[in-house]
């Protein structure tokens, strides 16, 4: 129904205690409380292995779209995530344009 997983945030070793965080769920499992399930348990492994700084890399709707909402956004900032920054109409997918926004999380 979903997953959740972690990557280098950038291969320098300045940032090796930082990571970016990425979760997919089925459209039938949202709202159901597998996501918050899944980032807590990814939270608990990072924070064991000395990671400090999560990244969520989001893209989000300019405007109305029939293929992309702002619940990633929402449920990020419901788990502790504040929106570090923007990037306006940078990701293509479906034939349209997206903006994204970067949001971080500090867990050390």
């Known amino acids: 129904m ?11 070793a300045a940032y090796d205690h930082s990571c970016e965080v990425t979760i ?7 709202k159901c409380g ?3 399930l899944l980032y807590e348990a990814l939270e ?18 300019i405007g109305q779209d029939e293929y992309l909402d702002m619940n990633s956004a929402e449920f990020h900032a419901h788990l502790g995530y504040k929106k570090a920054g923007e990037f306006h109409r940078c990701g293509r997918k479906f034939g349209h344009w997206y903006d994204m926004i970067w949001m971080e999380k500090i867990i050390g």
């Open 24 to 30: 997919y769920l089925d459209r039938k499992a949202k």
């Open 44 to 61: 608990k492994e990072l924070k064991d292995m000395g990671i400090l700084n999560l990244y969520a890399c989001i893209a989000c709707p």
């Open 2 to 12: 979903g997953y959740a997983y972690a990557g280098a945030f950038k291969a320098r």
């Open 34 to 36: 597998l996501g918050r």
